[in-house]
């Protein structure tokens, strides 16, 4: 899990997004994870809270500079 949020983390500051979604499939017996989307605005199903995640978000991008 660790090295997907690394992985997610790493691609956004090469594409300057800071949101991004991987369409990722793992190799089961070898733990090897093969990337096979990159989305500029990822889906977020299954977040809990999803609203407060967002406006922090954006709040923080807009409000903060």
Same mark, same amino acid.
């Given at each position: ?7 997610c983390?790493?691609?956004? @500051? ?8 991987? #369409? %990722? ?7 090897? =994870?093969?990337?096979?989307?990159? @989305? ?8 809990? #809270? %999803? ?7 954006? =709040? ?6």
């Amino acid at each position: 899990v660790q090295m997907v949020k690394t992985m997610c983390t790493e691609l956004g @500051n090469e594409l300057i997004l800071s949101l991004v979604g991987l #369409d %990722l499939i793992k190799e089961t017996n070898t733990d090897i =994870y093969y990337l096979l989307d990159i @989305n500029y605005f990822p889906g977020f199903k299954g977040f809990k #809270d %999803l609203r407060s995640i967002l406006h922090s978000h954006f =709040y923080t991008k807009c409000c903060n500079k």
